[in-house]
């Protein structure tokens, strides 16, 4: 969490977080490089500025679908949420590499051309119509532009300037540019190479991100418990007990807003599930030191307020609780974010 935008500040945490992903990322290049040079038939090798091409180009789409993968991985299993926390770092080596591949790509076919680059690549092949012949290079240069925009606007000042709303919408355009990528490698790279490696990679992590989500939606309406509401109104949720403690039972209601309804210390209190940052889901985070903690990027909320700690001021809606008859209920109708809450008391027997 930030008051203000400074530099970066790297922790333990984040330096191995980076060192393990740049470590991996040259491993895999290396990798590449050396494979492809074994698999080449003679008289078919590379140049370096090939090998660097295709190496950073693979690199790229890797860590895409490694970061398209998280978010379902981390709904599925607490072991994978410590993934979420630099994300935004894989996002950005992401687009460096794209960025990497791109230029490459331009040097090598368009660089001699009279043309400008960029105005060669479009106009040297315009055969839409044309399946085998499709000029999958502007694909690939309409994901670099979408992944440039999800790059630069990555850092916390656009999430407050443009709201974790439109921040949220734009974010998502990720799912746009790993479908124009896909088509770019298997109109492209697939169609020219005779080695099945390629397709089956591509389709491969196609279909492994496409189960990913699947079942993580499964699994998310699954924890969304839409209970009925009384003749007063009120949401039943159940036994307090029901409810592990400092955790959270997130539940739907009719209107379609997702409550997270926590207890702790002897207390029910419930607030939006939507997090101010990055409408992370708060239901699956805990209290920590009294507030709960999103389990995306550990942004914090007293219960009773939905109020972050000082000097932090962002705000989350609230909703009235109460236990009634061993039970626990809470009123459908957000408050206005930072209104005060009485938490409801656990009574013991």
């Known amino acids: 969490m930030s ?16 060192l393990v992903m740049l470590a991996g990322i040259g491993i895999f290049m290396l990798a590449f490089v050396l ?20 190496a950073t180009g693979a690199s790229a789409f890797l860590l895409l679908n490694i970061i398209l993968a998280i978010g379902p991985l981390a709904r599925l299993s607490p ?10 770092h894989m996002g950005v080596l992401c687009f460096l590499l794209a960025l990497t591949h791109a230029a490459l790509s331009l040097f090598w ?20 119509t044309s399946i085998a012949g499709f000029p999958f290079e502007s694909l690939g240069l309409v994901a670099l532009i979408l992944l440039a925009v999800l790059a630069v606007s990555s850092h916390d000042y656009w999430q407050a300037a443009l709201g974790p709303t439109l921040w949220k919408r734009i974010h998502m355009s990720v ?22 490696i390629y397709p089956i990679s591509v389709i491969g992590a196609f279909c492994l991100i496409t189960i990913l ?45 997702r409550i997270a309804v926590f207890r702790y210390d002897g207390k029910i209190s419930a607030v939006t599930n939507v997090c101010a940052h990055q409408n992370g889901p708060l239901g699956e985070g805990r209290i920590i030191d009294g507030c709960i903690t999103c389990p995306w990027h550990g942004w914090q ?48 027997a």
Do not use: C
């Open 3 to 18: 008051h203000g935008y400074a530099a970066v500040q790297w922790n333990g945490f984040k330096w191995r977080y980076d």
């Open 35 to 54: 494979m492809t040079m074994a698999t080449r038939a003679p008289g078919q090798s590379l140049s370096m500025v090939q090998m660097l091409m295709r």
């Open 79 to 88: 072991r994978f949420k410590p993934l979420l926390y630099n994300r935004r």
């Open 109 to 128: 076919y368009q660089g001699f051309s009279a043309l400008n680059p960029v105005v060669a690549l479009f106009v040297s092949n315009a055969r839409y």
């Open 175 to 196: 799912y746009l540019a790993y479908g124009l990528l896909v088509m770019h490698i298997m109109l492209g790279i697939v169609q020219g190479e005779k080695a099945t």
């Open 213 to 257: 989500h699947g079942a993580s939606a499964i699994v998310g309406r699954m924890r969304d418990k839409t209970a009925g509401a009384s003749l007063d109104g009120w949401i039943n949720i159940g036994a307090p007990h029901s409810i592990k403690e400092n955790r959270a039972r997130i539940i739907k209601t009719a209107a379609g807003d």
């Open 301 to 348: 909320y007293r219960p009773e307020d939905g109020r972050s700690p000082a000097p932090f001021d962002e705000k989350i809606a609230t909703y009235r609780v109460q236990v009634d008859g061993g039970m626990v209920y809470v009123h459908p109708d957000a408050l206005p974010p930072g209104t005060p809450t009485p938490p409801a008391t656990i009574k013991e």
